[in-house]
């Protein structure tokens, strides 16, 4: 049983349009994470939920919107894509609060803005 | 220059040598991970540590909190190891509770 799952894999869509990528975990984690990483393979802290309440949110344009449903799901969804939000989005969770610890990763998913 | 720095960025190695990968970091951290990030794409926790010395098969981390320098050391080399190794620290303190993640040394190992 995959740990924590993404879909899609692989999104290929043009400039404007809006797309959302799912993440689930079956770890009985309580935080979960959504990470970027760049061209040059830069991996950066998006966004971190912790049951359900957002707790990271770094600098990254409005047009990114995270949505945690329950502990298990972090979704994330982008508005008006430009050229630029093309990487590979990786989603991970883990234990959180006092007792953060090692974190898990989906298999990312490859974002190709035309 | 990035709070985490790795080196070397990149390395090539003959199977068989030992390997040694350093990073350094600028900041009191609550623990330090390392990640191995497969050629298709997959990231995989490898340690995580706070102080000391940590072992998994012919992987070995370690760890000096007052010189802020970790090492992650591969014995008996393998083609199959041949990933990019990535440093990342967490600091309550300067960081929130994220993790800031060095750039990487690739890794490739000749048989």
């Known amino acids: 049983d995959t740990a924590v799952s993404q879909t899609p894999k692989y999104l290929v869509t043009q400039m404007g349009n809006d797309k959302s990528i799912k993440c689930e975990q079956n770890l009985g984690h309580d935080t979960m994470y959504w990470y970027k990483q760049d061209s040059k393979k830069f991996l950066k802290i998006m966004f971190s939920y912790n049951n359900k309440e957002l707790i990271i949110n770094e600098t990254v344009p409005n047009r990114f919107s995270p949505k945690s449903p329950d502990k298990a799901h972090l979704n994330l969804h982008i508005n008006s894509l430009e050229l630029g939000d093309s990487a590979v989005y990786f989603c991970a969770s883990s234990l959180g609060g006092a007792r953060v610890g090692t974190q898990y990763f989906g298999p990312g998913t490859r974002l190709l803005v035309l | ?111």
């Open chain 2, 1 to 111: 220059k990035n709070e985490v720095e790795q080196s070397p960025q990149n390395l090539t190695a003959q199977e068989g040598e030992f390997i040694t990968i350093n990073c350094s970091y600028s900041v009191g951290i609550s623990a330090l991970h390392w990640l191995q990030q497969h050629p298709g794409g997959g990231i995989v926790s490898l340690f995580m540590l706070s102080s000391g010395k940590k072992k998994h098969g012919r992987l070995i981390a370690t760890i000096n909190i007052q010189e802020k320098h970790s090492s992650l050391h591969i014995t008996a080399s393998h083609p199959r190891d041949s990933a990019v190794y990535i440093c990342a620290v967490r600091s309550s303190r300067e960081y929130g509770n994220k993790l800031v993640f060095g750039a990487g040394t690739i890794l490739r190992v000749k048989s």
